[in-house]
Each structure stands twice: as C-alpha cells, then as structure tokens.
T-cell receptor, first 111, second 111 residues
C-alpha cells in the first residue's frame, strides 16, 4: 500500500516569495496534519484537517495556511517567506486518532 | 520549560549493546505515547505506540511509560548498525489534534 506522499521533494525559494506544498494521505485516512521540522529539532505542529475542516492550528503566523480537498489531499501555503522558514515540512495522515503516519517531507530552503 | 524533554545525544554504542532512550514530560494530560525513528533526510517512521502506562514489546524494541514520574523509555536489544537513526518521542492528549515531539536523540550503532 502506498504511504503518505509529498511533493515536491526539495524547493529553493527567495525571501518574500510564496510556496505551496502538497500531500496525499494514505488511502482511507481522512485526517492530514502538517509539521515543520527545523534541523536538529523535533517536528512542530502547524495544522490538522479532518474531513476538510480545520481541527487544530499550532503557534505559527498567519502567513501559513492550509486546506484539504474532497479527496483528502492537502496543500500547505506559506506567504512572504523568511529565512527562518527553511525547514523540512512533514505531512502526516491518520484515521482521525493520535496515530499519525508521516510522509518523506519537503525540504524548503529560503535564500 | 518545554512540554517534552529529550536528550539530543549524540549516543554511540557498539553493535549488540542494549540501548536506552528516554523522554520526560510535564503535561499530565498526555495519554498516548509514541516512538518514531527518523533516518537522515527522511520522514519519521512510527515504531511503537502505548496508551497510558505500562510496557509494550515488539521484537527487539520495548516501550515503557511511567505516568507517575512523567517518564517514558524505549529499549533496543541486540542493537544493529541499521538501528542508527534519530529517535523521536511524541505524545498526545486525549482528543488532541497534535503530537508534541521531543528534540530527538541521535543514535549510532558501531559495527
């Protein structure tokens, strides 16, 4: 069975630009979460969506937004990129409970 | 103080050794306790999952939760070079929308 997939794998952007990251959950999973992992740190929660509704939001600025589509895939958007946004962005899916399964991540570099 | 504390290591042990990885936490609402393994530049992989207190064993891996001390452990027996990775503890409260991660412990098993 296919796991969580994310695209693109790597991305290089300039400060001030906007970026969109994409995620497809495990088949049958209706919940998608986004995490940011800075080098040397554990992942930090950004958003969770369940059945296309936002169910939780972490302590991130309004420059970060997300949505979930009818097929349960999801996009994370980050506007006005800062150097500090450089990180591995992880998508995780679940059936709605606490067990989350992560994708390989999108590595974002902001220069 | 962080909600979840984890010694970042690095930890280096010889092949075949027993490895002990630990996390402490401050939020008494945490009920779900997970261990993830993350290889370099990859997404976290769910290793073990425990609800509330107690022990759980899966092959060479044993997870322990002591809620009275707010302390969780992961033991790896007969460690192998392929176990070399960063190990992340993660926790969640009942009906919470997010996982709270430790910083991760970088483990190297030397042949």
């Amino acid at each position: 069975d296919a796991g969580v997939t994310q695209s693109p794998t790597h991305l290089i952007k300039t400060r001030g630009q906007q970026v969109t990251l994409r995620c497809s959950p495990i088949s049958g999973h209706k919940s998608v979460s986004w995490y940011q992992q800075v080098l040397g740190q554990g992942p930090q929660f950004i958003f969770q969506y369940y059945e296309k509704e936002e169910r939780g939001r972490g302590n991130f600025p309004d420059r970060f937004s997300a949505r979930q589509f009818p097929n349960y895939s999801s996009e994370l958007n980050v506007n006005a990129l800062l150097l500090g946004d450089s990180a591995l962005y992880l998508c995780a899916s679940s059936l709605g409970g606490p067990l989350e399964y992560f994708g390989p991540g999108t590595r974002l570099t902001v220069t | 103080q962080k909600e979840v504390e984890q010694d970042p290591g690095p930890l280096s042990v010889p092949e075949g050794a027993i490895v002990s990885l630990n996390c402490t936490y401050s939020n008494s609402a945490f009920q779900y306790f997970m261990w993830y393994r993350q290889y370099s530049r990859k997404g976290p992989e769910l290793l073990m999952y425990t609800y509330s207190s107690g022990n759980k064993e899966d092959g060479r891996f044993t997870a322990q939760v002591d809620k009275s001390s707010k302390y969780i452990s992961l033991f790896i027996r007969d460690s192998q070079p392929s176990d070399s990775a960063t190990y992340l503890c993660a926790m969640s409260a009942l009906r919470a929308q997010k996982l709270v991660f430790g910083q991760g412990t970088r483990l190297t098993i030397n042949p």
